[in-house]
């Protein structure tokens, strides 16, 4: 097979890159531009584990062909805190101890930062719905939902 070259911005930086035609985005982000904080669950677009924001968009970055982020913009988990300040999404899964070995963490913030970048204001059964595409095996998911709506509410009143 013959490598892609494609063009694109992740986390707000122009990145280059070299791609075969069937490699997926999250093995391009892992593998080839050393982003490991974006996490491969199940590989079927069935966990969440894997979320990235593509031009706006929540996807799960294992059914995203990586020579389709030509031209787009990628937002993964390293790009959500600004340098050594955690994103407020970041501070509250802390707070409320809304994470546990950490494997879907990156998804469920992705997730939720999309989600109030969407809706600002969200209901507890918005949020549930929202990240009902995220699993979690540790962790029940009160505690994360509790987070995201402390989060909601400390970003509204900012």
Sequence with gaps: MSQIAVSTTVNGDAVEYLC?????????LRDR????????GCGS???????????????CSCLVLGAEAEGREVETIEGMAEGETLHPLQ???????????????PGFLVAAKALLETNPDPSETEVRYWLAGNLCRCTGYDKIVRAVLDTAKDMRSV
């Design 20 to 28: 075969e035609s069937d490699e997926t985005l999250l093995d391009v």
């Design 45 to 59: 677009g069935d966990c969440g584990a894997c979320s990235v924001i593509l031009d706006g968009r929540l996807v």
């Design 91 to 105: 501070k509250k899964f802390l707070e409320h101890a809304a994470l546990q070995c950490g494997v879907c963490t």
């Design 33 to 40: 531009l050393e982003l490991t904080g974006t996490k491969e």
